[in-house]
């Protein structure tokens, strides 16, 4: 089955009328199947960390991660093991207990060759609770997605927080590879919890994007073959310097950068 999508962002008027979150999406279509997750990070000087579930068909794998600002303790999982990620909360049985605060969303439908994919971004909210025993007080941001990619894709991703020269707090998050048309992207740039959809930026590869430039504190990185799934990933935690566009001089700003390639 083909779809006929244009690039859609909200909130707003005329969202596709196709099944879409909260409804339920199908399984499969077009024989691709539906590929899904929710990630959750949260930036700052002293402690980094994200957490994830996803599902690919029926397959579910999960992951975490913290840097407390000299180690990098992560773990990954070819089951949710207990594991917790919605948007509002993160429960990791050991490890992470988090509060997830709300913010201004942005929701983006793009086609994806035959098919579309879908995803839902919050940049700056607060993420309060514990990792690892420390206390966790940080602006973060909240990934969801699904839909029906391609079977090979591929992208750059940077998300991140801080704080301008002007003293304005900042999120962004930046795409080179899904959702990245001219317009009605997701690419994002939110100033005190307003978002702002931002031109294309140029990736240098994991070394900065657009204005920004990135130094790696920790890494994590994966690479993986399966019977039908190979995934090639790299995301590190850093911190930022530069210009955000359409926001001004970055004062100080940590997130991650990520490099993904996966045949799916």
Avoid at 121 to 131: D, E, N, S
Avoid at 242 to 249: C, D, Q, R, V, Y
């Amino acid at each position: 089955m083909s779809t006929a999508v244009s690039a859609w962002r909200g909130p707003g008027p005329h969202r596709p009328r196709l099944p879409l979150p909260p409804e339920r999406m199908p399984a499969w279509r077009g024989r691709r199947p539906l590929k899904r997750w929710t990630w959750v990070g949260a930036f700052g000087p002293e402690l980094m960390l994200c957490a994830a579930v996803a599902r690919i068909g029926p397959a579910t794998t999960a992951w975490w991660a913290v840097w407390d600002g000299a180690t990098l303790t992560e773990r990954s999982l070819r089951r949710s093991g207990g594991l917790v990620v919605t948007p509002s909360r993160v429960s990791v049985p050991g490890a992470m207990e988090l509060t997830v605060d709300d913010g201004a969303p942005v929701e983006v439908v793009s086609p994806h060759g035959s098919q579309y994919i879908w995803t839902r971004k919050r940049g700056g909210v607060r993420v309060r609770g514990t990792a690892l025993g420390k206390h966790v007080d940080a602006a973060g941001l909240v990934d969801e997605s699904a839909g029906y990619h391609a079977r090979r894709t591929a992208w750059l991703w940077s998300a991140g927080a801080g704080v301008l020269t002007s003293g304005e707090p900042v999120a962004w998050n930046l795409v080179d590879g899904v959702h990245d048309s001219a317009v009605a992207s997701e690419r994002t740039v939110w100033v005190d919890g307003e978002p702002r959809e931002v031109p294309p930026q140029a990736f240098d590869g994991l070394a900065g994007v657009g204005g920004l430039r990135f130094s790696a504190e920790a890494t994590r990185a994966r690479r993986e073959r399966l019977l039908v799934i190979s995934s090639d990933y790299e995301q590190p935690f850093g911190r930022f310097t530069g210009e955000l566009p359409g926001a001004g001089s970055l004062g100080a700003g940590w997130g991650v950068m990520e490099r993904h390639v996966v045949s799916w």
